[in-house]
Nanobody, 118 residues
Framework: QVQLVESGGGLVQPGGSLRLSCAAS????????MGWYRQAPGKERELVAR???????NYADSVKGRFTISRDNAKNTVYLQMNSLKAEETAVYYC????????????WGQGTQVTVSS
């Protein structure tokens, strides 16, 4: 029973900021990596940012310099700080994690809506 729960989505104006959180709960032995993906209307889901064991990070080219991914290992939580948001970044943002439980598996949250509009 591993579950990912996202929070922090909402409505912001272009140029604004938002911070997303994703907490993993359940029977967890370790978390190998966590990341954020997004899916805009009519488009495929795409990687936004990911953080691995050892705190190695990678970002989509479109968000480099504006978004920052971080994690709190004690809380099994990953964050995505999003600055200078653009209207085209309106999407459902999904948390993803590779978690060691009784088996290693990929898990997805149910998503949180981010709307960038004036």
């Amino acid at each position: 029973q591993v579950q990912l729960v996202e929070s922090g989505g909402g409505l912001v104006q272009p140029g604004g900021s938002l911070r997303l959180s994703c907490a993993a709960s359940g029977i967890i032995f370790s978390i190998n990596a966590m990341g954020w993906y997004r899916q805009a209307p009519g488009k495929e889901r795409e990687l936004v940012a990911r953080i691995t064991g050892g705190s190695s990070t990678n970002y989509a080219d479109s968000v480099k310099g504006r978004f920052t991914i971080s994690r709190d290992n004690a809380k099994n939580t990953v964050y995505l700080q999003m600055n200078s948001l653009k209207a085209e970044e309106t999407a459902v943002y999904y948390c993803n994690a590779n978690i060691e439980s009784f088996k290693s598996a990929e898990y997805w949250g149910q998503g949180t809506q981010v709307t960038v509009s004036s």
